[in-house]
């Protein structure tokens, strides 16, 4: 218990600069909201960049926003590497969960769109054909 | 103390810590590990529903109500306005551990005191943006809002909406209660007399884990 407040020592050395990283960190998320604000609204009015690009940059400012609050703010990218792993290894089974249940809802909508009433017989009868080759 | 000594520390070798921080601390961290698990459910079952759909809404021509502003069309204004909120009441948060570092019982109050303020400004907007959301039809199980392309929606937009904010805004009140027990804790000298404010520190990272929620729900309702 005892080590982890024992940095009394050498704490306000580094918490006058520590203000200022605050500070930077605040301006840095609020400049990335509004540019993102900025884009969407670029977009409504002008019809600015096709909407899966400016989907793709909004998903890498919110990962970037992320990583600044947790890196800053909640202070791991000051932590050791062992907690910083054990936060964050786990967290790579987010890469797997988007991907697969993503491709999940998209292939239920395709097959919502092969199947829907009035979706031509053509289609099915050619399937069949095609698998003898 | 511990971080002196780099290079050749043993870790794993028993005696202290491996991962340099106190057990509640460490404790905090794996609790909102599992609540990012939590979120992280809701959002991607709300984007797999939205991914099997046709159609969806236009987040734009749902959420472009202002207080007071009437039926004027202004999309993004106010949401734009809770995350500002969030964003400095985070700022705050880290004030007061700064200030706990410093053992400055004063300065720690005052920044609790301005982050329960942010907290329950963002509470009371959120309350506002339901209720003109509930006046205007929607619900649990009510959708008043067309698609993009003019069919009616389904009612999976509303039922994930008010879900996953409803969940978030429940994590901000739970934030802003304990922060309130916290800074009567800081007033009473409770801290002072341990000899560290780290219960503040603790108390901060679920008030930025809860703004890094936003961050994301921010994106995936309003945004995308």
């Known amino acids: 218990m005892a080590h982890t407040h024992s940095a009394e020592g050498h704490e306000p050395a580094h918490v006058d600069s520590s203000t200022k990283t605050i500070w930077k960190t605040f301006w840095i998320l609020l400049g990335i909201t509004i540019f993102e604000v900025g884009l969407a609204f670029l977009h409504l009015e002008y019809n600015f960049m096709p909407r899966v690009a400016l989907n793709g940059i909004f998903i890498i400012l919110t990962i970037a926003k992320a990583f600044f609050i947790v890196a800053e703010f909640m202070h791991l990218g000051h932590e050791i590497k062992n907690l910083i792993m054990t936060i964050l290894l786990p967290l790579l089974l987010f890469v797997w969960f988007i991907i697969a249940f993503l491709y999940d809802g998209d292939s239920w909508k395709r097959l919502r769109d092969d199947l829907k009433p009035g979706t031509p017989v053509e289609k099915t009868l050619v399937a069949p054909a095609e698998s003898h080759h | ?224």
């Open chain 2, 1 to 224: 103390m511990d971080t002196a000594v780099t290079a050749k520390k043993k870790w794993w070798a028993g005696g202290y810590s491996p991962f340099n921080v106190s057990y509640g601390k460490l404790m905090m961290w794996y609790f909102l590990l599992s609540d990012a698990f939590t979120f992280g459910a809701l959002l991607i079952s709300y984007g797999t529903i939205r991914f099997s759909s046709p159609s969806w809404p236009d987040p734009n021509q749902v959420f472009k109500s202002f207080p007071g502003m009437g039926h004027a069309d202004l999309p993004l204004m106010f949401v734009s306005l809770m995350t500002f909120i969030l964003i400095m009441s985070s700022v705050t948060m880290v004030l007061a551990v700064h200030a706990g570092h410093m053992r400055d019982k004063k300065a720690v109050a005052k920044w609790l005191t301005w982050t329960i303020i942010g907290g329950l400004m963002f509470l009371s907007c959120q309350a506002w943006e339901w209720t003109h959301l509930y006046h205007e039809g929607a619900w649990w199980g009510r959708n008043p809002f067309a698609n993009v392309d003019g069919t009616a929606a389904s009612t999976n937009f509303t039922n994930f909406f008010f879900t996953i904010t409803g969940f978030h805004g429940l994590h901000v009140t739970s934030g802003v209660v304990l922060n309130i027990v916290i800074l009567a804790n800081v007033l009473k000298g409770t801290y002072e007399q341990r000899g560290h404010y780290e219960m503040v520190e603790k108390v901060g990272l679920y008030w930025h884990f809860v703004d890094l929620v936003w961050v994301f729900v921010f994106t995936c309702f309003y945004l995308l």
